[in-house]
C-alpha cells in the first residue's frame, strides 16, 4: 500500500533509522530528519555501496526488523522482531515444508507485512527461485496469475479474501504452483473445498500468527482434512519453539472445547513495541508457565480440540481484518476526531452491507457545526491512513448508541444502507454502459447502478475492482488495466475508455496466406453438416429488398463487385484436405448484374426458387445476386449467401457497405470505405489459437460445470410423435404483446437490475418447466460474438450459440428465477467464446437424428432498430 507522506515521516521518526532507503517517487514525501541519510536505490547511490563485510556481527537478540501495524490509540505502533526468533520461524519453515532448487516462490506481499520476510528469505535459503511480483499482484488475481505462469511459480503465498477473489473469477491456478499458503485471516470449509476443486494437487496449509509472534506461530496442513462445509477449518499446532495456550481472565487454562484467550510463549515472541514500554508491558505478560518468559496476548478467541489442535473463533477487541489487512478501528476513530466539526466517531467493519465487508464511520457532529460530505472526510483520513483504513460509507448521527453500562453499543448502530436515498440514478445511454452498469450492480449486489455512480462510493474496494476488471476484460475482450477502475469508477467513465483500450492480449494478425487456411470451428461444422447432406436450404440466408425509384443497375453491380473484392469471405470456397477441410480464397469476380423484367405475381416464385437453389460449397460462389424489375421504376433486388460465409450482423454490414459504394460510383467518387485490416480466414486462424490448452479448458470448464445437471432433451407434450429424422418443417406464429405489459415488462427488468432479454427469457423457460414438467430448461440463443473491434467491420460466421440453463428445482418465485436467469447470461456472455460445437464436442451428449443436442429450442431477442436503408 502507499502510505501517506505524515505515516511515512511518523514512522522514520519513531523508527530512527539512520539510512532510509527510497526510490525517485518516494523521496518527494520523505523530508528526513537531521541526521537520517536517504539513499536513492534507482539512481547513483546504488552503486556507490562497497562489497567488503561491515564487520559487524549479530546476535539472536538483536533486531532483525520492525515491522508497523496499526495501533488503536491513533498512532501505528513498531513490532521489533529479533534474529533469534527470525532464525527460529526460517528454521522450522525449511524442515517444515522443505524448498528445493525446482522450486519457485513468489514474492508479491508489500514488504510492510511480515509475510513478505518469509516469502523472501525461504527459497534464499533453499537455493530455490525468488520471483519478485509485478508491482499489482498482491491485490489483482489476474496480474497475480499471469505472474504465477510466466515464471512457473511452486509456492504461494495468500490472504483468505485473495483466494477468494481467485477462485470465484474461475480462474484455475497454474500448473506448477504446488503448494499454497493462507495466513491473516480464517480460512473457510468453502474456499478449501473450492480450492480443492480447481486445483486438486496444490496443497494447502492455515498458517496462523500475529506480527508480534514472528509471522507464523501455528499451523495446520488441511491436506488429510475432510471435506465436510460445516466445521471450522482449525489453525492447527504450533510451531518449533513456540507454545500456545488457552487462558481465562484468571490466566487459567480453559478445558478442551471452551473458548478463552490465546496466548503464544516461545522462540518467536517479540522483543516488544519500539518505544511503547507501556504497551510492551500490556501486552506481554511474564509466563507462570515456564515455557520461556513472556506470555504475549494476542487477543484472539481459540480453543483447544480434542485432537490437540487449535481452533480460532474470532477477537476479543475491536481490531478487524479487511481483505487481510490487520485494522485497529481506534486509529481511524482518532484520525476522524481531529476535524473540527466531528465531536464523536465509532469504525467498524459491517458484513451485511451488499458489497461484503467494509468499513463505516459513524459520526456525531459537534454543536452547532455540519458534518462535511464523505468525500472531504475521506480527503481528511488520506493524509495519514492507508487506503485500506478509509471507511467506505459515513453515517451521520445525533448520538452513538450506548448499551446500558455506558459503553459503545455497536450492534445498535445503523446498516449504512439506510443512507442510500441520496444517490441519483441516471439511465445508462449506450450499450457499453448498461453492460457495465450491469456488472457493477452485480458485484456490488445493489439493485442497480446509474451511469456516473462511483463503484468505490457503492462499496467497492479493491478485491472487487478487480472482480470488475476481469469480468470486463472477458466481456468486452479488452485489456482493461485494474487502474483504469480506479480512474473512472463509473458506467459512463469506464465506457469511454473502452474505446481508448487495446484489445486483450493477442489482437487478430493477417494470416500467412502460403500456409493452407482452416476453417472458423462454427464454419467447420456446417461444412461437416454439409459433407453429410441433407440440410436442404436450412443454412441459405437470404434477402430481399425493394427498391422504389430510378436505379443505375450498373453502378448496383459494381457495388457488389467492390464488396467481393473487399471481404475475401464472399469468394471463399471450401476444400477437404489432408489435415481438414481449407478455405480456398479466389481472385476477384466481377458480378455482373442485369434487371430481369418479372410479372409482379410471380416475383414470390422467382424469389423462392433463388433463395432455395443449392449451393455446392467446394465449387460455387457463395454469394448470389438477382435484381427482378416488376415495373419501371420498381426493382426486387435478392441476395442469397450460404450461413458458412455470413450471419445476421455481416447483413447488416453488407447492406451499408452496398449502398455507399452504389453511392460512390453513381457520382463516379472513390470509395468511402477504409481498407480492411484483417479478414475472416485471419480470425478464424486466431480463433484457433484462442481456443487450445489453458485458455479452452477454462472455457470448456465454466460450461460443463453450468450444464452438469441437464437433461438430455426436452420432452414437450406433442399432439403426434417426433419423426425418426428431424425435419426442417416448421411454422410462424404471430402474436401481440400490448404496449403496457411492454412497458411494465421493460420496468420489471430495470428493477431487477436486469435487461429485458433476460425478463423475456426467463418467462420463457418458465413457461418450458411448466410444460414439460421439466425442472432444468436449456435453451439455445444466438450472440454476436464479435467481441473483437477487428472483427466488427467482416463480413462472415461470427454468431456463436449459448446454452442457458435455468434450474426450476423447489419452485422458485420469478424474482428469484429472473435473479439466477441474469447470472447465467452474464456468465454466458463471459465465457461465449468457446463455440457451440466445442461445448458439444467435449460434453458428447447421446446424439439422435431428430434432435439437437444439448438443446431443443431457441430464443432470440430482436431489438436492434430495422434498418431501411436508402440509395441516392
Ligand atoms: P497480523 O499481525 O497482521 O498477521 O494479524 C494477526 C491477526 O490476524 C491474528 O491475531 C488473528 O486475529 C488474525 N489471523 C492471522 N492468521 C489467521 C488465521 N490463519 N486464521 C484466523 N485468523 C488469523
Known amino acids: 500500500p502507499t502510505y501517506p507522506a505524515e505515516r511515512l515521516a511518523f514512522m522514520a521518526e519513531d523508527a530512527k533509522a539512520p539510512i532510509i532507503l527510497v526510490t525517485a517517487q518516494s523521496a518527494d514525501r520523505l523530508a528526513p530528519a537531521a541526521g537520517t541519510t536517504l539513499l536513492r536505490i534507482d539512481g547513483d547511490d546504488a552503486q556507490s555501496g562497497s562489497d567488503t563485510s561491515p564487520g559487524r556481527s549479530v546476535s539472536g537478540s538483536d533486531l532483525a526488523y520492525v515491522i508497523y501495524t496499526s495501533g488503536s490509540t491513533g498512532r501505528p505502533k513498531g513490532v521489533m522482531i529479533s534474529h533469534g526468533a527470525l532464525a527460529n520461524h526460517m528454521r522450522w519453515m525449511a524442515d517444515a515444508f522443505p524448498l528445493a532448487a525446482e522450486d519457485a516462490v513468489l514474492q508479491k506481499t508489500p514488504l510492510s507485512f511480515d509475510a513478505s520476510v518469509w516469502e523472501l528469505f525461504a527459497p534464499l535459503m533453499a537455493g530455490a527461485r525468488l520471483v519478485i511480483a509485478g508491482p499489482e499482484s498482491h491485490r489483482d488475481p489476474a496480474s497475480l496469475l499471469a505472474d504465477l505462469s510466466r515464471f512457473e511459480v511452486t509456492t504461494l503465498q495468500l490472504v483468505p479474501s485473495m483466494l477468494r477473489a481467485m477462485l470465484a473469477e474461475t480462474i484455475a491456478p497454474s500448473r506448477s504452483l504446488a503448494r499454497l499458503f493462507c495466513g491473516g485471516e480464517a480460512l473457510t470449509p468453502d474456499l478449501r473445498g473450492a480450492l480443492r476443486e480447481a486445483a486438486p494437487g496444490v496443497t494447502l496449509t492455515n498458517l496462523y500468527g500475529p506480527t508480534e509472534a514472528c509471522i507464523q506461530a501455528i499451523t495446520h496442513s488441511c491436506t488429510a482434512d475432510r471435506p465436510t462445509l460445516s466445521a471450522r477449518i482449525p489453525i492447527g499446532r504450533p510451531i518449533s519453539n513456540v507454545s500456545a495456550f488457552v487462558l481465562d481472565e484468571a490466566l487459567e487454562p480453559t478445558p478442551i472445547g471452551v473458548a478463552g484467550e490465546l496466548y503464544i510463549a516461545g522462540a518467536g515472541l517479540a522483543r516488544g513495541y519500539l518505544n511503547r514500554p507501556g504497551l510492551t508491558a500490556e501486552r506481554f505478560v511474564p509466563n507462570p508457565f515456564g515455557d520461556g518468559e513472556r506470555l504475549y496476548r494476542t487477543g484472539d478467541r481459540a480453543r483447544w480440540r480434542a485432537d490437540g489442535e487449535l481452533e480460532y473463533l474470532g477477537r476479543l477487541d475491536q481490531q478487524v481484518k479487511v481483505r487481510g489487512f490487520r485494522i485497529e478501528p481506534g486509529e481511524i476513530e482518532a484520525a476522524l476526531l481531529a476535524h473540527p466539526a466531528v465531536s464523536q466517531a465509532a469504525v467498524v467493519i459491517r458484513t451485511d452491507t451488499a458489497a461484503g465487508a467494509q468499513l463505516v464511520g459513524y459520526l456525531v457532529p459537534a454543536e452547532g457545526c455540519e458534518l462535511p460530505p464523505p468525500a472531504e472526510l475521506k480527503e481528511q483520513l488520506r493524509r495519514t491512513l492507508p487506503d485500506h483504513m478509509i471507511p467506505t460509507f459515513f453515517v451521520a448521527l445525533d448520538g452513538l448508541p450506548l448499551s446500558p453500562n455506558g459503553k459503545l453499543d455497536r450492534k445498535a448502530l445503523p446498516s449504512p444502507e439506510l443512507q442510500s436515498d441520496s444517490r441519483v440514478y441516471h439511465a445508462p445511454t449506450t450499450p457499453e454502459e448498461e453492460q457495465l452498469a450491469l456488472l457493477f450492480a452485480e458485484i456490488l449486489g445493489v439493485e442497480r447502478v446509474g451511469r456516473n455512480e462511483n463503484f468505490f462510493e457503492l462499496g467497492g474496494h479493491s478485491l472487487l475492482a478487480t472482480g470488475l476488471a476481469v469480468r470486463i476484460r472477458q466481456l468486452f475482450g479488452l485489456n482493461l488495466p485494474l487502474r483504469a477502475i ?296 444466438p450472440i454476436a460474438n464479435r467481441t473483437r473491434a477487428e472483427a466488427e467491420g467482416l463480413i462472415g460466421f461470427f454468431a456463436n450459440t449459448l446454452a442457458l440453463p435455468a434450474d426450476l428445482a423447489g419452485a422458485p418465485t420469478f424474482r428469484e428465477l429472473l435473479a439466477q436467469v441474469r447470472e447465467t447470461a452474464l456468465g454466458a456472455y463471459a465465457h461465449q467464446d468457446l463455440p457451440f460445437e466445442k461445448l458439444v464436442e467435449a460434453l458428447q451428449p447421446a446424439r439422435e437424428l431428430n434432435r439437437q443436442p444439448i438443446f431443443q429450442t431457441m430464443f432470440v431477442l430482436q431489438n436492434t432498430p430495422p434498418s431501411g436503408g436508402s440509395l441516392p
Open 486 to 781: 480506479f480512474e473512472a469508477p463509473t458506467p459512463a467513465g469506464l465506457a469511454a475508455r473502452l474505446g481508448t483500450l487495446e484489445a486483450a492480449s493477442d489482437a487478430i494478425e493477417p494470416a500467412d496466406r502460403r500456409k493452407a487456411l482452416p476453417l472458423s470451428f462454427t464454419q467447420e461444422r456446417l461444412w461437416f453438416l454439409d459433407q453429410l447432406g441433407g440440410t436442404g436450404g436450412a443454412y441459405h440466408v437470404p434477402m430481399a429488398a425493394t427498391i422504389a425509384g430510378p436505379l443505375d443497375v450498373a453502378a448496383l453491380g459494381h457495388a457488389f463487385t467492390d464488396l467481393i473484392a473487399r471481404h475475401e469471405v464472399l469468394r471463399t470456397r471450401f476444400a477437404e484436405a489432408g489435415e481438414g477441410a481449407v478455405q480456398r480464397i479466389d481472385a476477384p469476380w466481377t458480378l455482373a448484374l442485369a434487371a430481369e423484367d418479372v410479372e409482379p405475381a410471380l416475383v414470390e416464385a422467382r424469389l423462392v426458387e433463388f433463395v432455395r437453389r443449392p449451393f455446392d460449397l467446394q465449387n460455387d460462389r457463395l454469394l448470389r445476386v438477382a435484381l427482378f424489375r416488376v415495373a419501371p421504376e420498381r426493382h426486387v433486388l435478392a441476395v442469397v449467401l450460404h450461413h458458412i460465409v455470413t450471419d445476421g450482423w455481416s447483413m447488416g454490414v453488407m447492406m451499408r457497405e452496398v449502398g455507399l459504394l452504389y453511392a460512390a460510383h453513381l457520382f463516379g467518387r472513390p470509395s468511402p470505405l477504409a481498407p480492411l485490416p484483417v479478414q475472416y480466414a485471419d480470425w478464424a486462424v486466431w480463433q484457433r489459437s484462442q481456443l487450445q490448452g489453458e485458455k479452452l479448458e477454462r472455457q470448456l470448464g465454466w460450461w460443463r460445470e453450468k450444464l452438469a445437471g441437464a437433461p438430455a432433451a426436452l420432452d414437450l407434450p406433442t399432439d403426434r410423435p417426433r419423426p425418426a429424422v428431424q425435419s426442417f418443417a416448421g411454422d410462424i406464429h404471430r402474436f401481440t404483446v400490448p404496449a403496457e405489459l411492454a412497458g411494465q415488462l421493460q420496468a420489471l427488468a430495470r428493477r431487477e437490475g436486469a435487461t429485458l432479454f433476460m425478463v423475456l427469457l426467463a418467462a420463457y423457460q418458465f413457461i418450458l418447466s411448466r410444460w414439460s414438467g421439466q425442472e432444468q430448461i436449456v435453451v439455445g440463443t
